[in-house]
């Protein structure tokens, strides 16, 4: 071995009484041979404390190159580990568990001894129903049930299953549960063996708050003999069990398998266990009792019994046993107990500083109240009896008996108060833990900075470097407060080599330190281990490291979901790509190199041709493979220092660093063809293209967002002139943005002004050529251009959603209307905008304001195109009914303008559809338009809906509908759209009429098809 003896010791748990009792005998015992263990908690955080009964799940081979044997405590790990540990030659010591598939030497607390002598006790004291109170899933609980029943058996005594009361813990609050069911049992025991002084501590509290007075009406003997049961009330009588001394016997056993020794695999039971007795048993009440009755005289050898019994006190708490170990220790016992008694012997003439000589003895020797305590007792208990005067004097001088009695309360006071302060230092030193860990935004909890300011000497933390299962831990942290550790970070290691060797050497065995590894993981995520170079804390059951683990887990998490939120504020979550607002980020630093140094850049805006297609199709799943697909194919193309991004949909953005345009349009053209590359998805063959634009830094920009509204303006460019191909963004485009963006902000003051007004449109009886029905149309009363149609508006009100607010607008202006004109004016027609018939309040807010003007929903009609209505049309058709159901008449505008279906003229609750003005146009020409406007209106009156001809503007188109037999219609040979005062003076006359102002068979041509006037 080229390194110190090194022990591995795989535990459940760390400290307290039993467990840290066991490390400390351990490392007591290792340390001798100049050895030193490396411990490794092996339950999470959250899991109970070796309670079950059953091993952990834990499979990592920690430090199994770093060490030369092992010792597993209780249910640290199952027996498939432990059998990979001995065929990786380490040789294995087991404490306080017996594995039946696993043979090896078992150190053992002296269950049997202890328990049977305790059973013996309650026996002595006049009890034959004997109870017993544990928790039996646990090895050590097992074995000291079975000695309990052969000492009962062993004097005749049967053991009575009614009086065995499970405790499902070792802790206080198992003995709760088992003194609640002997409350309720109907058969008593007198006296009870607990399994553990803290099943008592509980048990006995629950019990004396339900009336039941101990030890008269139940006498108890618990085990372990923690310093809580000194203090308890009434006082815990208990085995007193050295747990150091079962762990040093595992520190004998193991080194010397570790020499080559034979040692038999069997149980090895540490050395026989006195009793601690005091109030819960009776004993303290019956030597009370004989001390009232009197005894005039004690032979001499009982002093000498007595004397033997205070020796026991200290020797029982502080010595191992071994004279090789306790060494001048054994020496200091022996003479503190001669000096006890020369006091206690010498009458009055002792001295102030005498009496405080011992004490400052006593002090040295201990620290635990507990210890203290029993000493105090045992030395008043001797006063008593050796008849040392216990009575003032005449002058008022306290007894020497009284005075040694006082310094050694201040002594145990002294100690009650140093258990106070390290409280307090262990308070203080979790919270600047708990700050370190928690303050996750200033700080990472991976550099370890938060053990400064705790008891640590050393640590490292080790973070799986893909996952559990690679057995591969890399360093990401450590802390070394003595600055003696190399440079650890980045270093990649397997599992058996951590912790690093340079770690476990910073822990001196002498100064009880020990090197410790816990799990950094919860059941929902591993992410790896941290090891510290530490103490064992023996005062308290709080799990210090394994609850800075879980701080730590808790902080790792977080940074992980800050992370994940940062990265989804940056990022497409579909993709990976970076996103419109990270990609601004880098467009706006091209644009500052731009300026600076006249770097040039190109933004390329891509948009898939037919993706609805994909989606409607094959589904959202496929397409969004599709699109993934799309953005590898993209990335392919581009170098590390361009930027690839999706905005959402099927739009993708590229940024091009260092590029002027004709290596934009080289890119383009690579990144069309990876595009087109053929992918088979689950048997469907598909390819993709793109239509894009593209926008340089030819353009003098001065911000980012004009480069993207001019690359999605070029881009909308190709897709309209041809899908697929590619177009740049140039000067005269740059001319129509900003006249569009001049045109977004006089729309706005529009708005904010009322310059927009409605204009109505006489929807015409083809036979009688009077109207008593009208279309709404908007118009834009301009202070400088004058009266606008709406295709000088109405596209770019739908862009910026502002459509919504005009619609609003105009639905109120048609009902004021109405209430105006009266019943003359039997409905008006309103168009609805694809936004404002996708908005889930539309139906309430029109029925809301018919309601405002007292009008009937039958006076309305909402006109709807066909397109709007295929995007999703299980949807609209929800939707129309609802509209249908409150009374609204409802019209499909446009008709035959791409999307029309029987279907939907079957399936809609609709009450007329309105053919599209370019089918008018056309039906005196020699095509077939007049055949498919006759088939049109033969079908809507076999399905009882009108049909409304739109755009008549020659009398040989108003001669060939009334052939057809199509019975209304409007245009402008009837009427243009006239203001609302106009209305009036149309109705009740005949529109068909010769009008001078318009000649005959010349068509008006005054806007562009598909948009309403």
Not at 101 to 117: I, K, S
Not at 153 to 173: M, R, V
Not at 899 to 907: A, C, D, I, K, Q
Request: contains cysteine; glycine residues 8%.
């Amino acid at each position: 071995m080229t390194h110190p003896t090194t022990v591995l010791v795989l535990t459940p748990s760390m400290g307290g009484h039993y467990f840290g009792e066991l490390l400390v005998g351990l490392r007591r015992e290792v340390a001798g041979v100049g050895g030193r263990l490396v411990v490794v908690a092996t339950l999470l955080a959250a899991a109970p404390r070796d309670e079950p009964g059953e091993p952990g799940g834990f499979a990592t081979p920690v430090a199994w190159s770093q060490v030369d044997g092992v010792v597993s405590i209780t249910t640290a790990v199952g027996v498939t580990y432990l059998q990979r540990l001995r065929d990786a030659g380490k040789p294995v010591v087991l404490v306080s568990t017996k594995m039946a598939d696993f043979h090896a030497p078992v150190a053992l607390p002296d269950n049997h001894g202890g328990t049977f002598a305790a059973v013996e006790h309650l026996i002595g004291h006049g009890h034959t129903r004997i109870g017993f109170v544990g928790n039996l899933a646990q090895q050590d609980v097992c074995d000291r049930f079975t000695a309990y029943q052969q000492a009962l058996e062993a004097h005749g005594l049967a053991a009575d299953p009614a009086l065995l009361f499970a405790a499902p813990e070792n802790a206080e609050t198992g003995g709760v549960v088992a003194a609640r069911s002997l409350l309720e049992s109907s058969s008593r025991p007198t006296a009870l063996m607990v399994a553990t002084d803290r099943n008592a501590i509980g048990l006995m509290g629950t019990l004396i708050d339900a009336g039941v007075a101990i030890p008269r009406d139940l006498a108890i003997v618990a085990f372990d003999n923690i310093e809580a049961g000194a203090f308890s009330t009434p006082t815990l009588s208990s085995v007193n069990q050295r747990f150091d001394e079962v762990g040093a016997l595992a520190g004998r056993l193991i080194l010397a398998k570790m020499r080559g020794d034979v040692v038999p695999s069997t149980n090895f039971t540490s050395q026989s266990v006195p009793l601690a007795m005091r109030e819960s048993c009776g004993c303290a009440t019956d030597a009370h009792d004989s001390e009232v009755e009197g005894d005039d005289s004690l032979p001499d050898a009982s002093l000498e019994l007595l004397r033997d019994q205070l020796q026991d006190v200290l020797s029982g708490a502080l010595l191992t046993g071994d004279r090789l170990v306790d060494g001048p220790l054994h020496d200091a016992v022996v003479a503190t107990v001669r000096d006890t008694l020369r006091l206690l012997q010498s009458g009055d003439d002792v001295t102030t500083a005498q009496i405080q000589t011992l004490a400052t003895s006593l002090q040295a020797l201990t620290s635990r109240p507990e210890t203290l305590h029993q000493f105090g007792d045992a030395m008043e208990d001797y006063a008593q009896r050796v008849r040392t005067s216990t009575v003032p004097t005449t002058d008022g001088t306290l007894p020497t008996s009284a005075r040694v009695a006082a310094a050694l309360w201040k002594v145990q006071a002294s100690a009650f108060l140093r258990q106070a302060e390290t409280t307090q230092t262990a308070i203080v030193e979790q919270y600047v833990v708990d700050a370190g860990l928690l303050d996750t935004g200033h700080s990472d909890p991976r550099d370890l900075s938060w053990l400064t300011g705790t008891h640590v000497k050393a640590g490292v933390l080790g973070l799986w470097e893909d996952g559990p299962s690679c057995g591969r831990l890399q360093i990401v942290g450590t802390y070394d407060s003595a600055k003696t550790l190399p440079d650890l970070v980045g270093a990649v290691m397997p599992t058996e080599h951590f912790p690093p060797e340079s770690l476990i050497a910073q822990a001196v065995a002498a100064d009880r330190e020990v090197c410790v590894v816990v799990p950094v993981s919860t059941p929902e995520h591993d992410w790896g281990m941290l090891a510290i170079v530490g103490e064992i804390d023996t005062s308290t059951e709080r799990e210090t490291y394994q609850h800075w683990a879980s701080l730590l887990c808790a902080s790792l998490e977080s940074q992980r979901l800050q992370e994940t939120v940062r990265k989804s504020a940056l990022y497409d979550a579909l993709t990976g790509l970076p996103n419109r607002q990270l990609f601004l980020i880098h467009l706006e630093h091209a644009l500052a190199q731009w300026k600076r140094s006249r770097t040039p850049f190109a933004v390329l805006f891509l948009d898939l041709d037919g993706f609805k297609l994909i989606n409607d199709s094959l589904g959202h799943q496929m397409g969004d493979r599709v699109l993934t697909a799309a953005g590898l194919g993209i990335m392919k193309e581009l170098r590390s220092v361009d930027t690839g991004a999706r905005f959402g949909g099927d739009e993708f953005v590229i940024l091009l660093a260092d590029t002027d345009p004709d290596g934009a349009a080289a890119v383009a053209r690579r990144v069309q063809a990876a595009l087109g590359e053929v992918h088979d998805f689950d048997g469907h063959q598909i390819a993709t293209q793109a239509s894009m634009g593209i926008a340089t830094s030819a353009i003098d920009y001065t911000s980012a967002e004009d480069v993207l509204r001019d690359a999605d303006t070029a881009m909308y460019r190709a897709k309209s002139a041809e899908p697929g191909s590619v177009t740049f963004f140039d000067a005269a485009m740059h001319a129509s943005a900003l006249r569009q963006q001049s045109l977004h902000a006089e729309i706005h003051r529009a708005l904010q002004e009322n310059q927009f007004e409605v204009h109505y449109q006489p929807i015409v009886n083809l036979t009688s050529g009077r109207a008593d029905r009208f279309e709404a149309l908007a118009r834009w009363r301009h202070p400088e251009r004058g009266l606008l149609l709406p295709a000088e508006f109405l596209p770019v009100m739908e862009e910026t959603g502002l459509i919504v607010q005009l619609g609003h607008w105009i639905l109120t202006e048609v009902c004021r209307q109405l209430v105006t004109w009266g019943p003359a004016v039997v409905n008006v027609s309103i168009n609805v905008s694809d936004s404002e018939f996708w908005r889930q309040d539309l139906l309430t807010h029109v029925l809301e304001t018919l309601r405002e003007h007292d009008l009937a929903a039958d006076r309305l009609t909402l006109e709807i195109t066909e397109g709007v209505l295929m995007r999703r049309p299980e949807v609209a058709l929800r939707m129309m009914r609802k509209m249908h159901d409150a009374g609204l008449r409802l019209h499909i505008d446009d008709f035959g303008t791409g999307y029309s279906s029987l279907e939907t003229l079957h399936r809609f609750p609709v009450d007329a559809f309105k053919i599209d003005r370019s089918f008018i146009r056309s039906m005196t020409s020699a095509d077939n338009s007049a055949e498919l406007i006759r088939a049109l209106v033969t079908i809507g009156k076999a399905l009882g809906l009108a049909v409304v001809a739109e755009g008549v503007e020659t009398r040989e188109e108003l001669t060939s509908l009334q052939e057809i037999g199509c019975a209304t219609g409007q245009g402008y040979l009837f009427m243009p759209a006239v203001t609302g005062d106009r209305v009036a003076d149309l109705l009740g006359h005949s529109l068909c009429a010769e009008r001078p102002d318009v000649a005959p068979a010349q068509p008006i041509r005054l806007v562009p098809p598909n948009v309403d006037v």
